[in-house]
């Protein structure tokens, strides 16, 4: 079997991620497609194992083997948990359904831990980017302070929201370049202290339910081998 086909014919869960699922698409804005699919369990039984991920077969398109995805999610990958929260769905089989199910079962304390260390690193590319051309990528810029905003709201309400549309024109201005480094480097600052401001009262708990997605994981490979 091969890659493209995992993808056609096994994907239990697609949707559409990116500015557009975000709130935040402009014209000019691509259409990032992201999958989870299953590959079959005998697939499993050889000694060349299907693929973790496959990129394709449409332009920005990237997919996720079911068990590597749900691994991702229980680290609290910012990427993943937001791919389970897509407003735009392309594709959703009954499996795909059960996957949606255990969403709030991935939220968890490490969720800080995993978001603020990707917003780190993003925060010190900008930086490099100012100290060698002057300014930041302003389009990284602007998908950076929505990963913060995200960040606080999910410590604050045990919720993930991805929908950055109440901060859209803000957001905008500073893809826009209309916002100086110092007031978005301001902005950063202040999201990063209301977070862990946050982290103190949060209702999320310390660790994800684990037993809840591996007997989820379980019974899907299971029935997949019959």
């Not at 302003?138 to 950076?144: E, G, R, S």
């Not at 480094?181 to 103190?200: C, H, I, K, P, S």
């Amino acid at each position: 079997m091969n890659d493209q086909t995992l993808i056609t014919d096994h994907t239990v869960y697609a949707c559409v991620m990116g500015s557009r699922a975000f709130g935040l698409a402009t014209e000019a804005s691509d259409t990032d497609r992201r999958g989870v699919y299953l590959a079959p369990t005998p697939l499993f039984w050889s000694f060349e194992k299907p693929p973790t991920h496959v990129e394709g077969p449409l332009p920005e398109q990237f997919s996720w083997e079911l068990e590597r995805f749900l691994e991702l999610a229980l680290k609290a990958n910012p990427n993943i948990l937001e791919c389970l929260h897509s407003p735009l769905v392309d594709r959703l089989t009954p499996v795909g359904e059960e996957l949606l199910s255990l969403r709030e079962a991935f939220l968890s304390r490490r969720a800080h831990i995993s978001f603020t260390r990707y917003a780190l690193a993003q925060r010190g590319k900008l930086e490099a980017d100012v100290r060698i051309h002057g300014a930041p990528r302003w389009k990284h810029a602007m998908h950076l302070l929505r990963l913060l905003i995200s960040c606080r709201d999910l410590l604050r309400t045990g919720r993930l929201t991805i929908d950055a549309g109440p901060h859209r024109e803000a957001l905008l201005a500073v893809r826009r370049g209309e916002r100086s480094w110092q007031e978005v480097d301001a902005w950063m600052t202040r999201l990063t202290t209301e977070t862990e401001a946050a982290l103190t009262l949060t209702p999320l708990p310390e660790t994800p339910d684990h037993a809840r997605v591996a007997d989820f994981l379980l019974r899907t490979r299971r029935s997949s081998a019959l």
